[in-house]
């Protein structure tokens, strides 16, 4: 089983940066797909970023590709997204998710482990 706690969320400028952080517990972490997701208020959850085990290949929904970065640190139990260039429709609650197995996942409901959110505030 794996709990996950995320962190870094606030209050940015649109066109501003953030970064954030999940903080996985469980012994096999470096087994898991891990991914992070979106929900904004009546919208539906959207896949932001996801990377793989092992080779930690990445991918990105075509919304935010070459503006964030997903990591993952499986030492540390840490993956990351980095957020750069954010926009105003961009503010959201960020959860991050973890699934087992290396299958690279955008649906929501191929992640089984979910963390409590963390609210990402971009201002106009």
């Known amino acids: 089983q794996v709990q996950l706690v995320e962190s870094g969320g606030g209050l940015v400028q649109a066109g501003g940066s953030l970064r954030l952080s999940c903080q996985a517990s469980?012994?096999?972490?470096?087994?898991?797909?891990m991914g992070w997701f979106r929900q904004a208020p009546g919208k539906a959850r959207e896949f932001v970023a996801g990377i793989s085990p092992g080779l930690g290949r990445t991918y990105y929904a075509d919304s935010v590709k070459g503006r964030f970065a997903i990591s993952r640190d499986n030492a540390k139990k840490t993956v990351n997204l980095q957020m750069n260039n954010l926009k105003p429709e961009e503010m959201a609650v960020y959860f991050c998710a973890a699934r087992e197995g290396y299958t690279l996942a955008s649906d929501s409901f191929d992640y089984k482990y979910w963390g409590q959110g963390t609210q990402v505030t971009v201002s106009s």
């Open positions: 469980g012994r096999t972490f470096s087994a898991y797909t």
